[in-house]
């Protein structure tokens, strides 16, 4: 057994934060509510810190397999940001927001994704559809889809199409995932549904920005040895995401009763299956409810030999430094997601 409380302790300039900060009581909030305080966040902070701007930004639609066209943005690095990478391929990286499944948009990741570009990375952000209107599965197959067609496209030299999608030349050994809060727990679906199809290896590396890891309702509880409990407990009345937004976050997604592998790889996926992954870069919160299941999930993947990193940001509020660009917390962050990605083989 373990413990991960003591990074639950709120830093400095976080507490200081706080009573800047309008807060929504969601208490009785529904679909509606939750969907327009997540429709907020994507213009503040993020004005704080835009991102570099050395790349092009270009909306398109990409088909999936059932013929359903996709929203997505693309982030093409412009010359400059090639010249610095000494004309070499860039790499690719299909980033998914966040919202609980059921909302957000395509800005969240914004300026992550323009730092990436700037790095001669091309990036797909990934605006798939949601729950509770589509079934569970729906986001990460629309993300898949995307990830699936565009790759296809790009090894069998498919150059009107994506020419269409206004996606460059990239290296197709270098394919790599992003995802924040929902979009990481679909990142990992990716990955999985990459390995039940014997593509294992194509997807490069993940990176998992405050993931969830497992259902809270099935969280093994047995594995935390701290007497303030496992951080749905210890961080249930956490600021910004709390253990009842969880809650209803689960409920709208509507998944499977049993243990889904896709949402509660924690518990469910076979080490087999685990022991596939490509290299993972966890970013966990300490004060987020979904600590501790995202932290026993990177440690599992240790055990099995998956090669990883861990950063956790102790006395933070769920996947703050995807959105308080303005702290000095997320400047630390951006550093160590530099040396994360050089370590991953990004750029």
């Not at 429709?39 to 704080?48: G, I």
């Not at 412009?78 to 790499?91: C, K, T, V």
Request: glycine residues 8%; negative net charge; contains cysteine.
């Amino acid at each position: 057994m373990t413990s991960f409380a003591e990074h639950s302790k709120i830093a400095p300039e976080f507490e200081r934060l706080l009573p800047l900060i309008p807060r929504s009581d969601t208490t009785n909030f529904g679909l509606k509510e939750y969907r327009d305080v997540l429709d907020n966040l994507a213009t503040y902070p993020n004005t704080l810190y835009q991102g570099p701007k050395d790349c092009e930004v270009t909306e398109t639609k990409v088909s999936i397999r059932d013929g359903t066209l996709i929203p997505v943005r693309v982030y093409t690095p412009n010359e400059a940001a090639r010249a610095a990478a000494g004309d070499q391929l860039p790499s690719i990286l299909f980033h998914f927001h966040g919202g609980g499944w059921i909302g957000g948009t395509v800005d969240f990741g914004h300026p992550h994704c323009l730092w990436f570009a700037s790095h001669n990375v091309v990036v797909v952000n990934v605006d798939y559809r949601f729950c509770p209107e589509n079934p569970y599965n729906t986001p990460q197959d629309d993300c898949y889809g995307v990830y699936r067609n565009i790759h296809h496209a790009a090894v069998n030299k498919e150059s009107p199409s994506l020419k269409m999608w206004g996606i460059p030349e990239f290296d197709t050994e270098k394919v790599y995932m992003y995802g924040t809060s929902a979009g990481a727990q679909i990142a990992t679906a990716c990955a999985i549904i990459d390995i039940e199809s014997n593509r294992a290896g194509v997807i490069k590396g993940l990176f998992l920005h405050g993931s969830p890891a497992v259902d809270p309702h099935l969280f093994p509880a047995e594995k935390i040895s701290s007497d303030q409990g496992h951080s749905f407990i210890q961080n249930k009345d956490a600021p910004f995401v709390n253990a009842l937004d969880i809650d209803r976050y689960t409920a709208w997604r509507n998944s499977p009763p049993e243990a889904d592998i896709y949402f509660s790889p924690l518990v469910a996926l076979g080490d087999e299956e685990l022991k596939q992954f490509p290299k993972v870069y966890h970013e966990a919160y300490g004060m987020d409810v979904l600590r501790d299941g995202h932290l026993l999930f990177a440690e599992r993947m240790k055990e099995l030999g998956v090669d990883s990193r861990v950063q956790i940001h102790s006395g933070y509020a769920h996947c703050m430094f995807s959105t308080g660009w303005g702290l000095e917390g997320a400047k630390v962050a951006l550093g160590q997601l530099e040396e994360a990605a050089r370590w991953m083989g990004v750029f």
